[in-house]
Nanobody, 117 residues
Framework: QVHVVESGGGLVQPGGSLTLSCVAS????????VNWYRQTPGQQREWVAT???????HYADSVKGRFTCSRNNAAKTAYLQMNSLQSEDTAVYLC???????????WGQGTQVTVSS
């Protein structure tokens, strides 16, 4: 059974920073892209960012320039560095690990990020 676990969420003031981690129990983790999503109550899940197997990254316009993806394949971990956080960034952040060639797709349970003064 594959486990995907996010951590690093918490309460932060506007303008602050947090770094989220996503650990996946996948032997072939380097072959998987890692997608970050966020969700607020009553809203659709929103794609935030992706880091591909070749370490290229893509970001939603709402976070571009403020969020940065990275990955440590040896540790089977991906990171989402979030800077200049705003109240609109408040959400549960979820990690999705996907291998498109095999249609594998795994989700974590999410970690809460709250931006408030």
């Amino acid at each position: 059974q594959v486990h995907v676990v996010e951590s690093g969420g918490g309460l932060v003031q506007p303008g602050g920073s947090l770094t989220l981690s996503c650990v996946a129990s996948l032997d072939r983790f380097p072959l998987y892209a890692v997608n970050w999503y966020r969700q607020t109550p009553g809203q659709q899940r929103e794609w935030v960012a992706t880091i591909n197997t070749n370490r290229t990254s893509h970001y939603a316009d709402s976070v571009k320039g403020r969020f940065t993806c990275s990955r440590n394949n040896a540790a089977k971990t991906a990171y989402l560095q979030m800077n200049s956080l705003q109240s609109e960034d408040t959400a549960v952040y979820l990690c999705n690990v996907a291998r498109y060639t095999t249609m594998e797709n795994f989700w974590g349970q999410g970690t809460q990020v709250t931006v408030s003064s």
